[in-house]
């Protein structure tokens, strides 16, 4: 069976069922990356219940919000984590000695020395790439597939999976609380896509929840978008999602 007709079997499956059956079906080492934010969280939280040492590859920029660093240990106590903390080859310090403050300049070649290399250098080691992506997080994501095959620049071959492709915000919100899950406490400030300190501010309201990175210049960081998609997957059309529900309010689940 061709890989875009194996992908399109994912699009009609719940969370859990797309992630049992890849795990069922795939016997490579999978990772998860995680920036600590709601979706992540349910992906791990789903995750750790079949794997608990999955790793959880987090990408250490250094620019991160002290209320990240703060949650993301909390977190990786609480349950246990096989954390991994990915880190660019120069320091903040060293970076921004030889090239200035890049988040100001060259958000670009910041995301890429920060993000993307650290990430597709460890993806190498692995065959199933977990991601909480969602297609109403951007425009840019709106062709999301649960499952795609994406080729690293050195030819190796990864499943890709997305299981909350099709979710809303409202569902996302509606697991977190009836699961009980702690939760980043930015969200409570009014931000809707938490990344890099320097490069994320609140969103306007009824504006897409990234257009509040990097100042409205780009709505990607590049670890999404510098992989190659498989050319028929991408053609072929992801399912609809419903309206987005916007929560009353973000209460943290007692």
């Given amino acids: 069976m061709s890989q875009p007709v194996i992908a399109q079997e994912f699009e009609t499956l719940s969370a859990e069922a797309a992630i049992d059956r890849i795990l069922a079906e795939n016997s490579g080492l999978p990772c998860f990356t995680c920036s600590f934010q709601a979706e992540d969280m349910i992906v791990l939280d789903l995750l750790r219940k079949r794997l608990p040492d999955i790793p959880v590859l ?24 096989n954390l991994k903390n990915l880190a660019a080859k120069k320091s903040v310090a060293e970076q921004e000695a030889e ?20 990430l597709f250098e460890t993806l190498q ?8 992506l969602r297609r109403e997080q951007s425009p840019t994501r709106k062709n999301l597939k ?18 909350l492709a099709a979710w809303t915000w409202g569902q996302v919100w509606k697991y977190t ?15 809707r896509s938490i990344g890099c300190e320097p490069c994320t501010a609140i969103p ?13 210049t780009k709505l990607e960081c590049g670890i999404h978008t510098a992989s190659k998609q498989s050319d028929a997957e991408a053609a072929a059309p992801a399912q609809p999602n419903q309206a987005a529900p916007e929560p009353a309010a973000l209460k943290r689940a007692n």
């Fill in 177 to 191: 609380a009836d699961n009980k899950i702690d939760y980043l406490p930015l969200y409570d400030t009014g931000y």
């Fill in 204 to 216: 306007q309201a009824g504006a897409d929840p990234r257009s509040g990175r990097w100042g409205g």
């Fill in 146 to 163: 649960i499952v795609e095959h994406h080729e690293l620049a050195s030819g190796k071959v990864l499943l890709k999976v997305s299981p």
């Fill in 99 to 118: 090239f200035g403050i890049l988040n100001r300049t060259d958000p670009g070649k910041c995301c890429n020395l920060r993000k993307v290399e650290p």
């Fill in 58 to 81: 987090f990408l250490e920029t250094g620019y991160h919000f002290a209320e990240t660093y703060a949650y993301r240990d909390r977190m990786a106590q609480a349950w246990n984590l």
């Fill in 125 to 132: 080691q692995y065959d199933i790439w977990f991601t909480g």
